[in-house]
C-alpha cells in the first residue's frame, strides 16, 4: 500500500483547502493517509518569528489572503477570515491527535471549515465539544484524552519529528522516502510520487 | 487581445522554470505576455531581509533546493544550482529591460538557462555579451543601453511599480485587471485569469 503522512495546522489557512481536498485525492491513488496535525509556531519561533510571516510580513498578507480566498472560489467552497488571525490552535491539534483514523479526519475538516469557510473561532473548549459532537464522537472523553499528559507529550514529539524531517509550512505531505512536499498546490504532486514508490 | 505581465528576477529560481514555460502557456490561451525583468532587493529589504530567504531560513533553503530539482526533473529540464547564490543580477535585469519584445524574451531564457541549466554565473559583462550575441543581438549597443542613466532609472521605476501592485516575490504574472499570482505553480491559473478576462 503507498502511504504519505499528511502535516497540518489547525491556525494555516492554506491547510484548510487541502484538509478537504486530499482525502479524494489520495483515495483516487491507493495511497493511504496518515493525518498529522502538529503546530507550527516551534518552527516559526527557530525562525525568530513569534507570529505568522502573513501578520509579520504585511504585503505578503494581502497577497496570501487574496491567493486563498481565489482558491477557495475556484474549489467552490466558502471563504471567510477568522478573527483573530492566526487562531490559537493548540487545543484542536491537542483533540485532533488524540483521535484516531477517521475520526481525526472528520474532527480536522469540521474545524477548518468553521474557521475558514465561516469565520469562527476555535480556540476555546466549549466550540471544540461542538465539533467533536457533530462528528458523532463523544467530547467529554475525547478532551480527557486530549488534555492528558501523554497526548501533550505526543504532541509535541509530533511538532520535533516534522522539523527534523524538513517540515518549513503547512500543509506538508511527506512520502516514506522521506521527500517533504509543501503547499496546497503541491497535493497532486505528492500523492503521485507516493503511488508511484509504493 | 488579452494581456498579462509577467515579472521575473533573474537571481530567483523558481523563474527559471517559469521562463522556459510561460510563452507555450500564454501563446496556447492568446495573452500577450509582457515580460518585466525587475529585483527583489528593494522589496527584501523592506521586510529587513539582506540575503535570499532562502539564505537567511536555511531549513526553507534546503526545501526550496529540492523543490526546484523536483520541479525541473519533471518537465525535463536541467538543474544546477549556481555558486555563490544568490547571483548578482543587476546588470542582467538592466539589460533585459534595455531590450524589446521577443529579444527581452530570448535573452531573459539564455541567462537562465546559464544560470540553473548549467551552474553558471551571471553577474559580468563578458559574459552577458556572450549571451547576448548566442541570441542575435549585438552587444555593444545593447551594453550601452542597459547602463544609460535612463534604463537605471526605468529599471528602478519597475521595481517600485511592481512593490506598489502588490508584487512580494518572483516570478508573479500581474492581470489587466490588479491580480498577483505568484510562483511557477501559478502560471496556468493566471494565464486562465488572463484570458477569460480579455
Given at each position: 500500500m503507498a502511504?504519505?503522512?499528511?502535516?497540518?495546522e489547525?491556525?494555516s489557512t492554506?491547510s484548510y483547502p487541502?484538509?478537504?481536498r486530499i482525502g479524494a485525492?489520495?483515495?483516487a491513488?491507493g495511497?493511504?493517509?496518515?493525518w498529522?496535525?502538529f503546530?507550527?509556531?516551534?518552527?516559526?519561533?527557530?525562525?525568530?518569528?513569534r507570529?505568522?510571516p502573513?501578520n509579520?510580513?504585511p504585503?505578503?498578507g494581502?497577497y496570501m489572503?487574496r491567493?486563498v480566498?481565489r482558491?477557495?472560489?475556484?474549489m467552490?467552497?466558502p471563504?471567510?477570515?477568522?478573527?483573530?488571525?492566526?487562531?490559537p490552535?493548540?487545543l484542536a491539534a491537542?483533540i485532533?491527535?488524540a483521535?484516531?483514523?477517521?475520526?481525526?479526519?472528520?474532527f480536522?475538516?469540521?474545524?477548518?471549515?468553521?474557521e475558514?469557510g465561516?469565520?469562527?473561532?476555535?480556540?476555546?473548549?466549549a466550540?471544540?465539544a461542538?465539533?467533536l459532537?457533530?462528528?458523532?464522537?463523544?467530547?467529554k472523553?475525547?478532551?480527557?484524552?486530549?488534555?492528558?499528559?501523554a497526548?501533550?507529550?505526543?504532541?509535541?514529539?509530533?511538532?520535533?519529528?516534522?522539523?527534523?524531517?524538513g517540515v518549513?509550512?503547512?500543509?506538508s505531505?511527506v512520502?516514506r522516502?522521506?521527500?517533504v512536499?509543501w503547499g496546497?498546490?503541491?497535493?497532486?504532486?505528492a500523492?503521485?510520487?507516493a503511488?508511484?514508490?509504493?
Amino acid at each position: 500500500m503507498a502511504v504519505a503522512e499528511f502535516f497540518y495546522e489547525f491556525a494555516s489557512t492554506y491547510s484548510y483547502p487541502a484538509a478537504l481536498r486530499i482525502g479524494a485525492l489520495a483515495k483516487a491513488r491507493g495511497v493511504d493517509l496518515a493525518w498529522r496535525p502538529f503546530l507550527l509556531g516551534p518552527i516559526f519561533a527557530a525562525y525568530g518569528w513569534r507570529d505568522s510571516p502573513f501578520n509579520i510580513y504585511p504585503a505578503k498578507g494581502r497577497y496570501m489572503w487574496r491567493d486563498v480566498e481565489r482558491t477557495c472560489a475556484a474549489m467552490g467552497v466558502p471563504f471567510r477570515r477568522p478573527e483573530p488571525f492566526p487562531q490559537p490552535s493548540l487545543l484542536a491539534a491537542r483533540i485532533a491527535l488524540a483521535l484516531e483514523g477517521e475520526d481525526r479526519a472528520a474532527f480536522s475538516r469540521e474545524v477548518y471549515t468553521a474557521e475558514f469557510g465561516r469565520g469562527l473561532p476555535i480556540a476555546d473548549r466549549a466550540t471544540l465539544a461542538s465539533m467533536l459532537a457533530a462528528c458523532g464522537v463523544d467530547p467529554k472523553p475525547a478532551l480527557e484524552r486530549a488534555e492528558s499528559d501523554a497526548n501533550k507529550a505526543a504532541l509535541k514529539a509530533e511538532c520535533a519529528r516534522a522539523a527534523e524531517i524538513g517540515v518549513v509550512g503547512a500543509p506538508s505531505i511527506v512520502t516514506r522516502d522521506g521527500e517533504v512536499f509543501w503547499g496546497n498546490d503541491r497535493l497532486e504532486q505528492a500523492l503521485d510520487w507516493a503511488a508511484e514508490r509504493r
